[in-house]
C-alpha cells in the first residue's frame, strides 16, 4: 500500500494563497482514490476535497468550493490542493488520505484507510 507525506503547509495573511502537495511511495498509486481532509483541536475531521483514480471526478465541501482546487499527477505519484482567498477558517491541520476501492471520491473520513502525518495551514487576519 502507498504512504503518503504531506508538505506545503504555512502561515498566510487571509485573502492569500497555499498549494498543498502529498507525495505517495508505491507502484499503484494511479489505484487509490484520493482525499484532503482537515482538523482543528477539539472538532472532528472535516472533509475537503477527494478526486477520483483518474482525476476526472472531484468532490468538494462547500466551505471550498470555488476556492479550493484538488488535482493529482499520477506519473509523479501526487495529489495538491491549491488553495486561495484562504480565510483565518481554514485554518487546520490538513491530511492527505487513500482509498484502494473502486468507488466514486468519499467525503467520509472513515472509509480512507491510509492517511499521512499532516501539515498545518495557519491563516492570520
Known amino acids: 500500500q502507498v504512504q503518503l507525506l504531506e508538505s506545503g503547509g504555512g502561515l498566510v495573511q487571509a485573502g492569500g ?4 502537495s502529498c507525495a505517495a511511495s508505491g ?3 494511479s489505484n487509490y482514490v484520493l482525499g484532503w481532509f482537515r482538523q482543528t483541536p477539539g472538532k472532528e475531521r472535516e472533509f475537503v476535497a477527494a478526486i ?17 482546487t484538488i488535482s493529482r499527477d499520477n506519473a509523479k505519484n501526487m ?7 484562504l480565510q483565518p477558517e481554514d485554518t487546520a491541520v490538513y491530511y492527505c488520505a487513500a482509498d484502494s476501492r473502486p468507488r466514486r471520491p468519499s467525503s467520509i473520513p472513515n472509509e ?5 502525518q499532516g501539515t498545518q495551514v495557519t491563516v492570520s487576519s
Open 17 to 20: 494563497s497555499l498549494r498543498l
Open 27 to 29: 507502484r499503484t498509486f
Open 52 to 68: 477520483s483514480r483518474t482525476g476526472g471526478v472531484t468532490a468538494y465541501a462547500d466551505s471550498v468550493r470555488g476556492r479550493f
Open 79 to 85: 495529489v495538491y490542493l491549491q488553495m486561495n482567498s
Open 112 to 116: 480512507y484507510p491510509i492517511w499521512g
